[in-house]
Structure formats: structure tokens, C-alpha cells
């Protein structure tokens, strides 16, 4: 369920206004649109701070050199971009099929298809934060994506209760001041509540009164975000220039794009306002309450117990 995006190896990143000039363009000679082979971008620093609007070519994992030509553009910009530099790769796979990424994501890719958004978070990052990307969004090999789409998996995620465990088992970065997030040491050692567990399609516990309480308080921190980073009088909704894409939000006027340069995560967490706190309040009672657990537990009471559960179910 947990994995670490794919990873480019080379310069396929294209600016916003080169991806939107090349969607609009006459499909190509195999009768397939440019938007087969054309996705935002994301990473880390996109999501704690704004979007950079950067996209990226991406031939998938399989595709042939003949099948990736037929795309003109996108192929041309890697032939001349990319492949040179692939050419002094000591990696004989990353110099033969140098219009693929390096580490193609075949297994993250796998995990999220039919999924319509999943949950990301920055692998290195001051603070733990989670947020919805929609599955059009390719994750960059810095952030660590969770294949599920429901609001209580977010929530349990986005709990003190998984923050204390993720602090403890993910490891530092650099001089040891950032905290990591690592698939296995991290999500795949921590013991989920039972029955809400990520091996259990979340329909199979929709009615369960937990399973209900977590997603209602993860929605209303994710909507109370959103408002906070994107005020509805600072930005306005613009559809893409082709279907299958997210809208754009574009700022007002210059004074909007001034104040919204201000609204990012990072900030929001740094500052903590009263609504946030409560907001986050609100979800780790719900958590707690689903693994019969006081909400006031010390940090150290609460990894004594996840420990235990987490020996328990190894044990089992």
C-alpha cells in the first residue's frame, strides 16, 4: 500500500506552458493524444508550499521506443534532453531505454490504478503532513505515496497517535533535524487499529461507527485547510486546456498572488493557529476512540502500546 514514487533519472520535466501548448496539439499519427504520455508533477516542496505548475513526460513503464515516437513532442524533447546524458549511464537498462524513467514505478503505478486521488507526504519534511493528490498527479521519488482513497485511512494517518510512531521509527535526515517517513520501517510496522486496517478494502468497513468518526473529522481538517490555503476571494477555478485534468487556481489579482505566496502548509503548521489545533484535536480523539485508548495519553504511553500491538500481531 505504501510506496516511494518513481524515479526520472534524467530532465523529463516540462514548464506548465509547454504542457498546455503541446495538449491542444492535432493527436499524432497512432490517432493518441499528447495527454497519454503527459502528467502534472509533484514533490515534496510542491506540497508543503505552492504548486510550481511543473509536468512531466512520462512514457509509462512499458512502452516501446517506436511506440513513445508516435507522441512528436514529447519525444523530441527527450531524444534531445535526456538521452544524451543517458548515454554515459553505467546503468546498461538506463542507457538502452533511455525514454523511461530509471526506476519506472511498475508497483505504484499498479497499486493506485482505478484509484481516483491518493494520499501523499513528503518522504523528508519538519512536519508530518498528509494531503490528497489526484491520480492524474505523478509522485516524484522524494514523496512517499499511500495507495487508498478513503477519508479514514487519511485520518489515521494524519493522527498523533501514527505521527509519534512515525517520528520514533523513520529515521533522520542529514544532521539528523528532519524527520523521514520510510514505507518499511514506518507505515508497514504500524499497528492500524483492528479492523481498519489498510489491508481491508475500506467498503468492508464503511458502517463501522470508528471507521465513520475518523473520515468526518479527517474531511473537516482537509476542508479547513484547503479554505485557509486557497481563500475562495483570492482564487478563481480554471478547467484545463483538455479534459482529465484538475482545474487550475489562479490568483485574482496580483495582490491575491502576493498574500497566497504566504499560504502554505509549512507556514500553516509552523504558526498552528486555534482552528487548526482544534481541528487536529478532534481527529486524535476519533483515532484513539477506535483503539479504546484515552486521547490524553503521554507519547510514551502511546508507543508502549503501539509497541505491544505491533508484538502482538508480529507474534501472530
Not at 518513481?6 to 506548465?16: A, S, V
Not at 508516435?70 to 553505467?90: G, I
Not at 510496522?189 to 489498510?198: K, S
Amino acid at each position: 500500500m505504501c510506496f516511494q514514487g518513481p524515479e526520472k533519472n534524467g530532465p523529463f520535466d516540462i514548464t506548465g506552458d509547454i504542457a498546455r501548448a503541446w495538449l491542444v496539439l492535432p493527436k499524432n499519427p497512432n490517432g493518441r493524444p499528447n495527454s497519454d504520455v503527459i502528467r502534472p508533477r509533484m514533490n515534496g516542496l510542491d506540497l508543503v508550499r505552492r504548486s510550481r505548475d511543473l509536468w512531466i513526460i512520462d512514457f509509462g513503464p512499458t512502452r516501446t521506443e517506436d511506440q513513445a515516437a508516435h507522441y512528436e513532442h514529447p519525444f523530441t524533447h527527450v531524444r534531445v534532453n535526456v538521452r544524451p546524458l543517458r548515454a554515459r549511464n553505467r546503468d546498461a537498462s538506463r542507457r538502452e531505454r533511455w525514454w523511461l524513467f530509471g526506476r519506472t514505478g511498475g508497483d505504484v503505478r499498479n497499486a493506485l490504478e482505478g484509484l481516483d486521488r491518493y494520499i501523499a507526504t513528503p518522504e523528508v519534511g519538519k512536519h508530518r503532513v498528509f494531503v490528497w493528490l489526484p491520480f492524474i498527479a505523478l509522485p516524484d521519488k522524494k514523496l512517499i505515496v499511500i495507495a487508498r482513497s478513503d477519508d479514514t485511512t487519511f485520518g489515521l494517518l494524519h493522527s498523533r497517535i501514527h505521527e509519534c510512531w512515525s517520528l520514533r521509527t523513520g529515521g533522520w535526515h542529514g544532521a539528523g533535524n528532519d524527520p523521514r517517513y520510510t514505507p518499511t520501517t514506518t507505515f508497514e510496522t504500524f499497528p492500524f487499529p483492528e479492523g481498519l486496517t489498510p489491508d481491508i478494502p475500506a467498503a468492508q468497513y464503511a458502517d463501522d461507527p470508528r471507521a465513520k468518526a475518523i473520515a468526518a473529522a479527517a474531511r473537516e481538517l482537509d476542508r479547513l485547510r484547503n479554505n485557509w490555503l486557497n481563500p475562495p476571494e483570492w482564487v478563481r477555478r480554471e478547467p484545463e486546456v483538455v479534459p482529465g485534468y484538475q482545474d487550475r487556481l489562479i490568483p485574482v489579482d496580483e495582490k491575491a498572488e502576493k498574500e497566497l505566496k504566504k499560504r502554505t502548509l509549512t507556514h500553516l503548521y509552523n504558526e498552528r493557529p486555534r482552528w487548526l489545533a482544534n481541528a487536529h484535536r478532534a481527529l486524535d480523539e476519533a483515532v484513539a476512540a477506535a483503539y479504546g485508548w484515552s486521547a490524553d495519553l503521554s507519547e510514551d504511553e502511546l508507543l508502549a502500546k503501539l509497541l505491544a500491538l505491533n508484538l502482538e500481531r508480529a507474534g501472530k
